[in-house]
């Protein structure tokens, strides 16, 4: 069984930093993607960051340039570095990889149980 556990989440004044981390654990044979949505009320989770095992990444234009996203393969841990907050930066950011848990089995979608971040002075 796979689970994702995300911390770092919290309240902070615009222009401040925050820095999320996702932990993957349990059965993993090899992680692909690995990456951040957010979602807030009455909108769909849009992705924030991505990052693949060779180190590619991908941005929602929204963050690009403020939020640079990493990963430790060795850990199965990604970070997003969250810095310049704006208030519409407000949202549940979730993390999200793409994991094959043993040699024989597909790659498979996991999600974590999400982590509040609230930009506001």
């Known amino acids: 069984q796979v689970q994702l556990v995300e911390s770092g989440g919290g309240l902070v004044q615009p222009g401040g930093s925050l820095r999320l981390s996702c932990a993957a654990s349990?059965?993993?044979?090899?992680?692909?993607?690995m990456g951040w949505y957010r979602q807030t009320p009455g909108k769909q989770r849009e992705l924030v960051a991505a990052?693949?095992?060779?180190?590619?990444?991908n941005y929602a234009d929204s963050v690009k340039g403020r939020f640079p996203i990493s990963r430790d393969n060795a850990k199965n841990t990604v970070y997003l570095q969250m810095n310049s907050l704006k208030p519409e930066d407000t949202a549940v950011y979730y993390c999200?990889?793409?994991?094959?848990?043993?040699?024989?089995?597909?790659?498979?979608?996991?999600w974590g149980q999400g982590t509040q971040v609230t930009v506001s002075s």
């Open positions: 349990g059965s993993i044979f090899s992680i692909n993607f």
């Open positions: 990052i693949t095992s060779g180190g590619s990444t």
């Open positions: 999200n990889a793409v994991i094959a848990p043993n040699s024989v089995s597909s790659f498979n979608n996991y």
